[in-house]
């Protein structure tokens, strides 16, 4: 059979990921890599989640936590994470709330929500590599978001129009971004906001790293700001996407969306259709770990992962030669590297791995357009201090040549 022939043409879109192909290396244990942006194993709270697992499937429970559950979550969870974004500036209700299986699923919900083909998507220039992926299935284009909000409403209106569409909706990673590690401070935080009002647009905030700050004042949420213009949840434009995956761990695939009941309301008639719901089981975990250990089992991740920061920008400055600029994030997992012009990402990251044993994340594949193909993604999450040291020097000796 000839499949391209009943493929719809959303298929073409679809590539693997190159971060997803390049996590594989972490399987060669003579290679140092910094390439896979993940949260290291050995600071999963292993012996909460067993004991959690036990408790949910002692007798008289297990009949629940194996059943199918309400499509908008687990209530006892969507209470916790209602509690846990009222302290961060977001008042709202479990109805606000719909828990995904990780916060790529709602991604994905909101691009199949908002995004008709030749629609416009304002992200990133560089932005997340698995929103591309989740949006480009339904065949949007995508112009430049500037992280100031400074660019004129009626361009980019315009610049929308050319391409054959409107503009649905800016989205970002306001703290700690993947892959650039960068924060957008509160003015531009609220520039962005004048800017989504005066183009009509909704706001999707990715804040799968916002737990993760390590020094500086924190930044309230875009959604937090918008409310405090527009008065409650239910008259924001902002979505906000949260996910447990960087703080307890990535494999029970447990995120959520806030955002007004209106929207939370769409999205639950998606989730129906598509897996019914998330995991009971892993959700009633997740609440019983969140309950019990979240505030602790943070704090640890930031003064870990604070200090392999630390390490990898100290390596950087000793090994990095002329010409390759670098930043120091406040937080998250990533550091960016800008090459010299001329110098390309992905075959810097095929000598490097042949010659130097050592591995990275091209910084092409966060464009859009494929550009700024000089640059590159270092992740020091699950890096020893020894591994940053000898990674970082062979890396320095490849780009000295």
């Not at 961060?88 to 994905?108: E, F, K, M, R, W």
């Not at 959604?223 to 409650?232: C, E, K, Q, V, Y």
């Not at 095929?350 to 640059?375: K, L, W, Y």
Request: glycine share 10%; hydrophobic share 45%.
């Amino acid at each position: 059979m000839q499949w391209s022939q009943v493929l719809a043409t959303r298929s073409t879109r679809m590539k693997a990921s190159e971060i997803r192909e390049l996590l594989k290396l972490l399987d060669q244990p003579d290679i140092i890599s910094f390439a896979g942006g993940i949260p290291d194993p050995a600071l999963f709270p292993t012996a909460d989640f067993a004991a959690a697992f036990a408790e949910a499937m002692a007798d008289g429970s297990a009949g629940a936590a194996l059943q199918y559950s309400v499509s908008e979550g687990y209530r006892p969870l969507r209470d916790w994470i209602a509690g846990r974004m009222g302290q961060i500036g977001v008042p709202c209700t479990a109805d606000n709330i719909l828990i995904t299986s990780g916060s790529q699923q709602a991604l994905d919900y909101l691009g199949k929500l908002m995004l008709s083909p030749g629609d416009t998507a304002m992200v990133g220039w560089p932005t997340y590599l698995g929103a591309l992926g989740a949006f480009n299935a339904y065949e949007p284009r995508y112009i430049r978001l500037d992280p100031k909000g400074n660019a004129a409403p009626e361009a980019l209106k315009a610049e929308a129009a050319e391409a054959g569409g409107r503009i649905k909706f800016a989205y970002l990673s306001a703290d700690f971004a993947n892959p650039t590690g960068q924060t957008v401070d509160r003015a531009g935080r609220e520039a962005l906001l004048d800017q989504a009002q005066a183009l009509d647009i909704a706001v999707i905030e990715d804040a799968a790293y916002q737990s993760l700050r390590y020094d500086g004042e924190p930044v309230p949420p875009i959604l937090a700001l918008d409310i405090a213009r527009s008065g409650s949840i239910e008259a924001a434009r902002t979505i906000y996407c949260g996910s447990f995956s960087k703080t307890l761990a990535p494999g029970l695939r447990v995120g959520w969306v806030c955002a007004a009941k209106e929207v939370i309301g769409r999205l639950v008639l998606m989730k129906q259709a598509a897996d019914l719901h998330s995991s009971t089981i892993n959700q009633i975990v997740t609440h019983r770990v969140a309950v019990t250990r979240f505030d602790e089992h943070v704090a640890k991740l930031r003064t870990v992962y604070g200090h392999r920061r630390d390490r990898m920008v100290a390596a950087l400055e000793r090994e990095m030669p002329k010409g390759v600029t670098f930043n120091r994030p406040e937080g998250g997992m990533f550091v960016w590297l800008t090459l010299p012009e001329g110098v390309e990402g992905a075959e810097l990251l095929s000598r490097a791995i042949a010659e130097q044993r050592v591995a990275f994340v091209p910084g092409g594949a966060f464009f859009a357009d494929g550009s700024n193909r000089n640059t590159l993604r270092l992740s020091f999450s699950c890096a020893s201090d020894d591994k940053i040291d000898k990674g970082i020097a062979r890396l320095g000796r490849l780009l000295r040549g």
